[in-house]
């Protein structure tokens, strides 16, 4: 049974806090959250990512209270993703009907895909250094 789990909690710190075995769990739960919201409100598009904010700054706080990686740099590496997927939540509340501006929806389309310009060059430079 051990040896099942063993591969799960690889690089997981299990000792640090009786809350990092419940990593891998809460991070699954927090997708199933995410698929979840937008299939309750679907009718109240504002209170989708309000409710998507709050969610992913309660996994953020709670992530960076537990430290549930042994390597620094898995640490922030994660902290940096969850800032920049907050950053592009952020964006999207520009996309909602709080912006009464329609002009300035084309140049929050910048920022956004700045965003995800950065968090993707960050990501794929690191999958390659890590490779090489």
Known sequence: MRFAYEYMYKGIHLTRNKWTIYFWPIFMWRKYIYIM???????????????????????????????PHIEKSKYYLEIFNEVMI????????????????????????????????LLLIVNISLMFYNII
């Open 86 to 117: 907050m950053i592009m939540l952020y964006i999207m509340i520009l996309y909602s009907k709080f912006n009464t501006n329609p002009i300035s929806y084309f140049w929050f389309g910048y920022s956004y895909i700045g965003a995800l310009g």
């Open 37 to 67: 919201i937008p299939c309750v409100f679907i009718n109240y598009p504002n209170f989708q990512i309000q409710f998507i904010i709050l969610t992913h700054s309660i996994y953020v706080i709670w992530y960076t209270n537990i430290r």
